[in-house]
């Protein structure tokens, strides 16, 4: 039987108050505020920290598989799993797959590595969802759209909470869509969309795995939910019968926003942070039709080392619109007066990917010393060629030095961009960028962490690195 063993999340770093949203455009606006991708962030790199929160200290060798579910993948045709993988450390043979251009496409990932589990061909697939959907400016879904992502670790036996049903439908229904050539969410009449599509679609859908479950309203703990808006997630659940004070799992619409894809996947996460025992969940997905599953839980706490409840408090405002807008790119700012950047080799790229994109150095079986990037011979004791990969991702730092630029920039950072060398745990010093922080919080030997960022693209190709943030 196929059960959910770990959970994790991921939740940007910056915020925006949505009244200054109403603010830059003389409007009145929801309450709340956002969650905000920062300039060297996308659907990826937020997955990438959001399976890192979901593992924490397993063996990630044993991981047999990772699905990636967005609508906001970075390429139009190359698999983004399989550079999360490689950020990840997952073994060479592990199966990867991307689900994409649907919004439930996180629950349907999670149908997959359910029967991938369940018929025994895997023992444990990892299912990430992230998304960075943007409205068009002056429009009701840049008010409610915000970035995100969340991760589900699926495997055999006793877990967090077990699967017990699954229920699908399909909608051809054009309700909110997005073409090859369109960089802003599109969407039908809202009435149509909320009453003809999204009420009735859901309805169907949870009724039928009630239906297969033999459960009723009263039997269900928490109920969570997808919707694209407060008030409708406040009607869906009163129309299938949920208390919406008690039984209704919190939207997060009010500090988080519209998460896309992510959004279902992030609020189980939160609703299993504060799950008793033997409590049964109902969780609603929907895009282009609508999955809904049943939950048990165990009781067993195997959550990552943060989610949604670490994440939440850690937060940096947006001091106004044209902010947000300039990391949005939804203005044009004229770059720095620098030489273009060259277009990075894939060569390259592919004989340094242990190093660049898994952040492996080595450690000397002479002296123990760790060391990045990793030589032939080594620093300390100039042994030659006795040294054993090291991953130096999930290790934690310090900071030795730093030092802030407000000038020369691309076009795609945002002032002030940090640099500086770290000293790791246990050994090790590496020099790079620094992000997530200003530079009034900078001081020597402050906790730092890793995290997988974009550094730059040209002609289409992008380029990831980690980078030093603030440890939490």
Not at 131 to 148: M, S, Y
Not at 159 to 172: E, L, P, Q, R, T
Not at 390 to 419: C, H, I, Q
Request: aromatic share 8%; hydrophobic share 40%; proline share 5%.
């Amino acid at each position: 039987m196929a059960s959910i063993t770990s959970y994790g999340a991921y939740i940007p770093w910056r915020r925006l108050d949505r009244a200054q949203i109403g603010k830059a455009w003389v409007t009145p606006v929801m309450p709340g505020e956002k969650a905000v991708a920062n300039y060297d962030e996308d659907s990826l790199t937020m997955a990438v920290a959001a399976c890192i929160d979901c593992l924490g200290d397993m063996d990630r060798q044993k991981i047999d598989g990772l699905f990636f579910a967005t609508t906001t993948t970075p390429f139009k045709e190359k698999q983004a799993a399989a550079i999360i993988a490689r950020a990840v450390d997952l073994r060479p043979d592990a199966l990867t797959a991307d689900y994409i251009s649907s919004l439930r496409g996180g629950t349907l990932a999670l149908k997959s590595a359910m029967d991938a589990v369940g018929n025994g061909s895997a023992k444990q697939i990892l299912v990430v969802a992230a998304d960075c959907r943007v409205g068009a400016a002056q429009g009701p879904r840049e008010v409610a759209l915000g970035d995100g992502a969340a991760a589900i670790l699926v495997g055999s036996g006793e877990g967090v909470a077990d699967i017990k049903g699954f229920h699908s439908i399909f909608s051809d229904t054009m309700d909110v869509w997005r073409t090859e050539e369109d960089r802003f969410v599109r969407s039908w009449e809202d009435r149509f969309v909320i009453d003809k599509a999204y009420m009735m679609t859901m309805e169907k859908a949870v009724a039928a795995v009630m239906a297969d479950c033999g459960l009723k309203p009263k039997d269900i703990a928490k109920a969570v939910i997808y919707s694209p808006d407060p008030r409708s997630h406040q009607t869906l659940g009163r129309a299938l019968g949920f208390d919406p004070k008690t039984q209704l799992q919190d939207s997060l619409f009010g500090v988080i926003g519209n998460t896309g894809t992510a959004l279902t996947l992030m609020m189980l996460a939160a609703a299993l942070e504060t799950a008793g025992a033997g409590q049964k969940m109902l969780v609603a997905s929907y895009g282009d039709g609508s999955d809904a599953l049943i939950l048990e839980t165990t009781g067993k706490k195997g959550h990552g080392k943060k989610g949604i409840k670490g994440y939440l408090p850690i937060k940096k405002m947006l001091n106004n619109y044209e902010a947000y807008a300039r990391i949005e790119q939804l203005l044009p700012v004229e770059p720095s007066a620098r030489p273009p950047v060259l277009l990075p080799s894939a060569v390259v790229g592919w004989r340094e990917s242990k190093k660049n994109l898994a952040l492996y150095g080595a450690k000397c079986n002479s002296c123990g010393k760790p060391q990045y990037p990793a030589q032939r011979v080594c620093a300390y004791c100039q042994s030659k060629d006795n040294l054993t990969p090291y991953r130096f991702s999930d290790k934690k730092a310090k900071l030795f030095t730093f030092a802030f630029d407000n000038l020369g920039m691309s076009k795609t950072d945002v002032p002030p961009v940090g640099g500086g060398a770290i000293n790791f745990e246990g050994g090790g010093r590496m020099l790079g960028q620094l992000t997530d922080m200003d530079f009034e919080q900078a001081r020597i030997d402050m906790p730092m962490e890793m995290t997988f960022r974009k550094h730059y693209q040209v002609e289409g190709m992008p380029v990831y690195l980690w980078k030093a943030k603030p440890a939490i």
